[in-house]
């Protein structure tokens, strides 16, 4: 149990610093020249999808990496074991994928082109980072179990049974 809260208070650390940073700071900077804020049906809508993105960084940063993998979302305290439950049964960055939406839904709440350009900036370096950091590292650390778990399930775009 111990474990289990110092990983979840680290991740609330990492939390504020990088995804607070990252899709709320400069978002919140780059709009500042942006229009009103849409109204009515559209407002909900880009409110829908900040809410979407801000619960699936949630459920995959603190249950999936803090409480299931025993670890931080942080490259400096990684998971003890590969998270392949929740939302990662589907897709092998959700995370990311969320905080694109928290991003993209500020982009369209603000009709802000300068936020538009910054989420494709974000998830840019964010395909570089995954392609050339994270998935070597993973292999590493989990070998073979990664392989299995890379061949799979696809990287960006969820595989969606039905």
């Known amino acids: 149990m111990r474990a289990n809260f110092s990983a979840v208070a680290k991740t609330l650390v990492f939390t504020v610093l990088v995804p607070g940073t990252v899709a709320g700071y400069l978002p919140w900077r780059l709009r500042q ?3 009103a804020p849409v109204a009515g049906a559209e ?20 249950w999936g990496f803090a409480l299931i ?7 400096i305290a990684p998971t ?7 939302l990662h049964r589907f ?19 603000f009709h802000s082109g300068h936020i538009a350009i910054y989420v494709v900036c974000m998830l840019l370096t964010a395909h570089l980072f995954v392609v050339f950091y994270e998935e070597p ?7 073979e179990e990664y392989d299995r778990y890379r061949a ?6 969820p595989k969606v049974k039905l």
């Open 33 to 35: 020249d942006a229009a």
């Open 43 to 62: 407002e909900w809508a880009a409110i829908t999808v900040i809410a979407i993105g801000i619960a699936i960084y949630v459920h995959t940063a603190f």
């Open 69 to 75: 993998g025993g670890g931080t979302p942080a490259p």
């Open 80 to 86: 003890k074991i590969l998270v392949v439950k929740g």
């Open 91 to 109: 897709v092998r960055n959700p995370m990311y994928i969320g905080v694109a939406l928290v991003i993209a839904g500020q982009a369209w709440l």
């Open 137 to 143: 590292t993973l292999r590493k650390q989990f070998g």
């Open 152 to 157: 799979s399930v696809p990287r960006w775009i």
